[in-house]
């Protein structure tokens, strides 16, 4: 019988003896791992992430990391380059109840689960509008302790969780009053807490971003270890144990588990590279007169509606890090909206040795700002190297407009004369994608009548 994966030996109507079908059980092992692969990102993405903050930062269950710098960013899955991120990575089984005291001011964070699912946001598009205010965190197992007042208890799935958020203040002074002015801390030492460590990167190499191979999986059965099997991933479960991943049990994958997990875990990153950058799904479009598309297409919970987001999460999780419902809040004047593309006008991927110009139309939908931001499609973070570290052009920086109020931003290897401040630098060899963020989107965004042209070869 002729198959996909080569001619097949039968033998009344079965294959024919046990080296048949052991290529068989191999080649359904490895379709499941390049699937599971593709379902493990978003933990595999938060669980990298910890192991930063504990192994490169020394950061503690209680400990935030600052990311301010480009360089200080440089580990993450498509970062912003205009706001500083304050993150934490805290184990419930560790802490117990966990509470949040959050600031009030100009900031937009939020608490999700280790599957990166919001469990509450935080800031303007949280329950406490912008005013700050106490939150509880209560992980799997755990009671709400007996008393607890004055807090917004929020109950997460996972024992491990994720604390970000971002301060929006253009005024860099007020943004970092902001921050000083978090503090997390367990419930049981809520009478005298001990003060929130703000740890910096201080110029450490380090990444969040899924490895590749092997450590792909050793990275992913570390944090199965370490939370409940959903009800949801029991399938997913079932798909890995032949390949030596079984809650309760050493992984040691022998000779033939380690090839069809490297193969399916190479075979998987292709899968996401396509998603990601080459979406098949229409709806993916942001308007259908050019090539931008929008980079969140699901519920956030992920598990809303007749079919879990498959598709929509990995070519979101590929690229991309963290989840909040002020990502796709309809709600204009609040959250973040987000349009990216690798393509030019023409649909050839982008090439760091091109010279490229974007038209960005004048009165952009976006009540505090826009940006847009290039990133290396290799690590789906910055472009490293870059000269200045220009990895972005956002319209509150010192840009040239032209007289209607339109932008023209240039990005390429060649800095255009006299517009220098509108340029974005890339790299020859290098393949990149742009991200168009809208701050704030507006009601011209979510009707889409605000057109964002292609990206277009400069000349």
């Known amino acids: 019988m002729d198959t996909r994966f080569g001619p097949i030996l039968m033998q009344l109507g079965l294959p024919a003896d046990s080296a048949t079908v052991g290529k068989i059980y191999d080649e359904m092992d490895f379709q499941r791992a390049s699937q599971a692969y593709l379902w493990a990102l978003p933990i595999v993405g938060f669980a990298s992430w910890q192991d930063a903050h504990r192994r490169v930062f020394g950061a503690g269950e209680t400990d935030m990391v600052i990311y301010e710098s480009v360089k200080d960013k440089l580990g993450i899955l498509t970062p912003n380059a205009t706001t500083p991120y304050i993150i934490g990575l805290p184990d419930l089984s560790k802490t117990g109840p966990l509470v949040v005291d959050y600031p009030s001011g100009a900031t937009a964070g939020g608490i999700g689960d280790f599957w990166q699912r919001p469990v509450t946001d935080m800031g303007e598009s949280g329950p406490d509008k912008g005013k700050g205010g106490k939150y509880l965190v209560v992980g799997p197992g755990q009671e709400v302790p007996a008393g607890a007042t004055g807090y917004r208890i929020v109950k997460s799935p996972t024992t491990n969780v994720f604390v970000a958020f971002r301060a929006l203040d253009p005024d860099p002074v007020k943004a970092k009053e902001a921050i000083s002015r978090f503090r997390m801390y367990s419930y049981a030492d809520r009478a005298k807490p001990a003060p929130t460590h703000l740890l910096k990167p201080d110029g450490r190499a380090w990444t969040q971003i899924p490895p590749k191979g092997v450590a792909y999986w050793e990275r992913l059965n570390d944090i199965l270890q370490r939370e409940p099997v959903l009800e949801r991933d ?43 950058f080459s979406n098949r799904d229409p709806a993916a479009r942001y308007r259908p007169d050019a090539r931008w598309e929008y980079l969140f297409t699901f519920d956030p919970g992920q598990d809303v509606g007749t079919f879990a987001p498959l598709d929509e ?31 030019d006008k023409d649909g050839a991927w982008l090439d760091g040795s091109q010279n490229y110009r974007l038209h960005v ?40 407009k032209n007289p209607d109020g339109s932008v023209d931003l240039y990005m390429g290897p060649t800095k255009p004369a006299g517009l220098e401040k509108n340029w974005i630098p890339t790299i020859p060899g290098k393949a990149w994608f742009g991200l168009f963020r809208f701050y704030g989107p507006l009601g011209p965004y979510f009707d889409r009548t605000w057109a964002l042209p292609d990206i277009e070869k400069a000349v």
Do not use: C
Request: charged letters at 20%; hydrophobic letters at 40%; proline letters at 5%.
């Open 234 to 276: 029991r399938f997913y479960m079932a798909m890995l144990k032949p390949l030596g991943i079984e809650k309760g049990k050493t992984f040691a994958p022998d000779d033939r588990q380690k090839k069809l997990l490297v193969d399916g875990a190479a075979a998987g990153e292709l899968m996401g590279q396509s998603l990601a």
């Open 313 to 343: 999460r990995t070519s979101y999780f590929y690229q991309a890090v963290t989840t909040s419902h002020g990502m796709v809040s309809r709600t204009p004047g609040v959250g973040q909206a987000y349009i990216g593309t690798a393509h």
């Open 361 to 400: 139309p004048a009165n952009a939908p976006a009540k505090l700002f826009w940006s847009l931001t290039v990133y290396d499609t290799g690590t789906r973070s910055f472009l490293d190297d870059t000269p200045g570290g220009i990895v972005d052009r956002s319209s509150r920086a010192d840009i040239v």
